[in-house]
Each structure stands twice: as structure tokens, then as C-alpha cells.
């Protein structure tokens, strides 16, 4: 190390301007017994500071790394602040190619669908694409057939998967298992905690500190039991299941009372997975399970 590479950073250490270290590494540092140091020189001439000053630095930057460079991949789990939060801007509206989708309702069981039926999921439908942000897409029902016709689009499995999801939504705890986006979940060895018939409202807000989030508020029957498993597994994972595959899975980053959540966004849980999230859970599940056809052709008309 060159002596003018020495003496900067001996100078910066006592002008105080490096990064400052992680609270366990000054507790560690503090910890060590009350001795003076001095500035000497080794037998070959050089300064032990210069090796000191470049551990002391590897070492604050290894501990900056661990602590916070995790925490911009995976999203967070928190309690939400009940004032500071902001709804965002509408989504913008969609450009692209003009897409049309024809979809056929499958049984349940041995229950057919019945154009009743098609005209619920058609409005579910309509509802999810209207939150986020395709408000002149056309969605028409008949006998077991739903048509869904937008003018412009840029990714079309989006909205592909958008729609024809049923939309059944787990919220499941993981423990120390972190899971990616689209994995399966085994309810058998990941039993959920609850399902969305608890969540009361869910919306986008923007948070000052975090930026988007996802904010939930939970009906009365989940709020204790979350607050419970919250408490007792801060830095363990729970993941958001929609028809049996992961959409987010984030960690839990303090006790949640009140039945008030907020979900970061960041990492695979983009902004626009996080709008089809609320979507979903602000339209409900659809009575009948949809296939994608090929024939698109118009159903027969019982709804406009």
C-alpha cells in the first residue's frame, strides 16, 4: 500500500466519514479491552495500520452487505402504518397489440356451469382487468364460454393468467423455507394459516420509507391467530398462494396486531404482480375453473 493510499485512510478514520458499522460489530469492537493503540512501524518498514485499515473496511462492508443487501430482494412483512400510507396513481393505461382470449368453464364435481354462472365470472373478470388499469376490455359470456377482448396489450400471458386463474388465495407459513415465485406448495407439509375470504380490503398504497406496498386489512377471525404466529417468527418466511403457487413470499419482519399488513414490493414481487395480487383478492374466486380454447370464436350471447 502506497503511503499517500495509507495516509487517507488513517485520514478518514479519524475525520469519522466512513460508513457507519452494523450495531453487532460496535458491540463486538466494544467488547474489546481498553488499550492504546499506537502508530508503529514493522520490521520491514511499513505501517500495521495499513493492513488494520483495510480489515476494518472489508470487515463494514461485509456487514453492510449482509444486513441490507438481502432486504432489496426479498420482500418484507410488516405491521402498516395507519396514516402515512398513500394510495398511488391509477395504473396507466395499456399499450401494445390488440388480444383476444376465449376461455371454457370446467365442472366442479359433477356440476356444469349454467349461463348464470358465465354472467358471475364475466363480472369478476371485467372487475380484475378494470384494477389494473384495462378499463376498455370487453368480456362476453354464454352457455360455458367467456370471450375477453382487449385492445392493447404488451404482455399477453399477464393477462392471460390474470383471467383464467380461479383465484383461490392461501396465506402460508414457511418457516426458514424460502420459496420462489410460481413454486407449488404442498398444503400437506405447508398447511395455510388462513385463505382470502379473511381479507376484508386489499390495496396498492405507497409507503415513504419502503415505496409500494401492498396493504391488507384482515377481518376479525385472522387478526389473533396472525398476530400470534407474527410475533413468535420474526425472520421466517410466509408465502401468498394463489391456486396453489407461489406469487410472494416474504419475510416477516415484526410482530402484525391489529390485523393491518404491509407487504413490500421488491425483488420477483414486482409492482404489476402486486396489482393482479389485489385484483384477485378484490374480485373474489370464480365459481368455475377456466380453459383457455383455441377457437376464440364469439359465445353464444346471454350477456352483453
Known amino acids: 500500500m502506497s503511503d499517500d493510499i495509507e495516509a487517507r485512510l488513517h485520514a478518514a478514520f479519524r475525520r469519522g466519514s466512513l460508513p457507519a458499522a452494523p450495531s453487532s460489530l460496535v458491540d463486538a469492537l466494544e467488547r474489546v479491552p481498553d488499550a492504546p493503540v499506537t502508530l508503529r512501524r514493522s520490521r520491514t518498514g511499513r505501517s500495521l495500520w495499513a493492513p488494520l485499515a483495510v480489515a476494518a473496511v472489508l470487515a463494514v462492508a461485509s456487514a453492510v452487505a449482509l444486513s441490507g443487501g438481502q432486504r432489496g430482494v426479498v420482500p418484507s412483512l410488516t405491521a402498516a402504518p395507519t396514516t402515512s400510507a398513500t394510495p398511488p396513481s391509477e395504473p396507466p393505461a395499456q399499450a401494445g397489440s390488440p388480444l383476444r382470449l376465449a376461455f371454457q368453464a370446467q365442472p366442479v364435481g359433477n356440476v356444469l356451469p349454467k349461463s348464470g354462472d358465465m354472467e358471475v365470472i364475466a363480472g369478476l373478470v371485467k372487475r380484475r382487468l378494470y384494477s389494473v388499469g384495462s378499463r376498455d376490455a370487453v368480456v362476453s359470456s354464454g352457455d360455458d364460454r367467456l370471450v375477453v377482448e382487449l385492445p392493447a396489450v404488451s404482455d399477453p400471458d399477464r393477462f392471460r393468467n390474470l383471467v383464467r386463474q380461479t383465484g383461490h388465495i392461501d396465506f402460508v407459513p414457511l418457516g426458514t423455507d424460502q420459496k420462489g415465485l410460481g413454486d407449488i406448495i404442498d398444503p400437506t407439509r405447508y398447511p395455510p394459516l388462513f385463505t382470502g375470504d379473511e381479507i376484508a380490503t386489499a ?17 376479525y377471525a385472522a387478526v389473533q391467530p396472525f398476530d400470534d404466529y407474527t410475533t413468535s417468527h420474526i425472520g421466517e418466511f ?20 391489529g390485523g393491518h399488513v404491509q407487504i413490500t414490493v421488491g425483488g420477483s414481487f414486482s409492482l404489476e404482480r402486486a ?30
Open 238 to 257: 410466509f408465502a401468498i398462494v394463489v391456486d396453489g403457487r407461489v406469487v410472494a413470499a416474504p419475510m416477516i419482519n415484526s410482530g402484525i396486531p
Open 275 to 304: 396489482q393482479d395480487l389485489v385484483a384477485t383478492i378484490g374480485s373474489g374466486t370464480l365459481p368455475f375453473p377456466l380453459r383457455e380454447v383455441s377457437d376464440g370464436a364469439p359465445p353464444s350471447p346471454s350477456s352483453p
Open 203 to 219: 390495496t396498492i398504497e405507497t409507503d415513504p420509507n419502503t415505496g409500494p406496498t401492498v396493504s391488507l386489512v384482515l377481518k
